[in-house]
């Protein structure tokens, strides 16, 4: 299983990067103004469980509780760093089982880019 999370504090881009990742590399639409959302779906042969509410662990109890994210391929989510989420995931998958993918600036087209290349990266090795 991989886990990936995009990381960051609050506006830094991380549910703007993965509405792009939907949009763009998954063609699957997600529209500006929906903020915390779970979707899955199959890509490839895999199946993949996004969750784009990071910033509450309430948000996120369901996914866990109801969904589990273990009985999937790929669980693709955001977090705060050091938040109850990022504790919740540390202590689901361990440390080094996550991929994590920083967001620093929510308005640089090229550090989307950048995250979405490296998503796409985490997505793709063995």
Known sequence: MKVICFKGVTN???SKTIKRVLNGEFKIKIYPDKKDFRISFEWKGLKILLCGCGDSLACMKPVFEEINPKNYDVFICACHPRNDVYN?????????????????NGESEEEYERRIELFMDFLNSD
């Open 88 to 104: 919740k995931l540390i202590s689901e998958f361990g440390l080094e089982n996550i991929n994590f993918i920083n967001c620093i």
């Open 12 to 14: 830094s881009g991380k």
